[in-house]
């Protein structure tokens, strides 16, 4: 708490799922008092999540923020109120086309991600039960899915976690480790972006165009995603339902996302300083 207190963080972000949202997919009322009383205390609070823009924006305007956010894994960052687009990085279209073809050919499921629309080839389980957790609308392309032409900003392949293993391990070997960015942020899930982009790369830009250094920023995540931005936060938090490399990243780890891990390290490490 003294390291904190010295500091004087000027900067909390926040992942979305599985951190600041609760297993109901919520943000309790306890958290968002914290939140509120600690922008009342002039900390400026922003999220940094692998949602779309537009199925972010909810909890923005849940919390009263009116700050830049960092969605699609830092791939695009956003004003908000104002939904301009400050930062856009989206993937080589020629990589994204040798990703779609393999998910097409091994029949795995791909969605892809452009101009924050959600496409997928058909509406199956796994694309309704993503909008179900995400608010998002999926649009069904059919096989036009694998062709479709632009950059996309982001694709997620969903599967059973022994899949998904298998999968990074393909397209890691087909198209090399440093042509796409591709991390786990759910066990099911594998989050690819252009390799340029990460959390912590797009924390940087928000904090350089605010003027507050990296030790003045507090960051709490649960994903593998959000160990760069752990790692540039000069107090990186994680919640107690993160994985021991996520843990092993973080300088702190609080309560679960269910138990309010959240509102713990708010209420004793900025609040009672």
């Avoid at 390291?3 to 943000?27: C, E, P, Q, R, W």
Wanted: aromatic content about 6%; charged content about 20%.
């Amino acid at each position: 708490m003294q390291a904190l207190k010295k500091a004087g963080i000027k900067l909390m972000v926040f992942d979305l799922d599985d951190t600041l949202l609760n297993n109901n997919i919520s943000i309790s009322q306890r958290t968002q008092q914290a939140i509120r009383q600690a922008m009342n205390q002039g900390i400026k609070v922003t999220l940094a999540t692998g949602r779309m823009y537009c199925s972010t924006i909810l909890f923005a305007r849940k919390l009263e923020l009116k700050m830049p956010l960092i969605t699609y894994n830092g791939a695009m960052i956003n004003d908000y109120p104002s939904g301009k687009v400050l930062f856009h990085s989206p993937i080589n279209p020629q990589a994204a086309t040798q990703v779609l073809q393999l998910c097409q050919q091994r029949q795995w499921y791909i969605q892809s991600y452009i101009n924050d629309e959600l496409y997928v080839r058909e509406l199956n389980k796994q694309a309704k039960l993503y909008a179900e957790i995400t608010g998002a609308k999926p649009i069904p392309v059919g096989e036009q899915l694998y062709t479709m032409r632009g950059a996309p900003t982001k694709m997620l392949a969903i599967a059973e976690p022994t899949k998904i293993r298998q999968m990074l391990e393909v397209f890691q070997s087909r198209l090399g480790k440093n042509t796409l960015s591709i991390a786990e942020s759910k066990p099911n899930y594998l989050e690819i972006t252009n390799p340029a982009v990460n959390k912590g790369i797009a924390l940087k830009f928000i904090a350089d165009r605010l003027h507050i250094d990296q030790r003045e920023i507090m960051a709490v995540g649960n994903g593998h995603n959000d160990i760069p931005m752990l790692s540039y936060a000069g107090f990186g938090v994680a919640v107690g339902n993160a994985p021991l490399t996520v843990k092993s990243a973080a300088r702190l780890v609080t309560g679960t996302n269910d138990d309010d891990g959240v509102a713990d390290i708010i209420e004793k490490y900025i609040l009672s300083c």
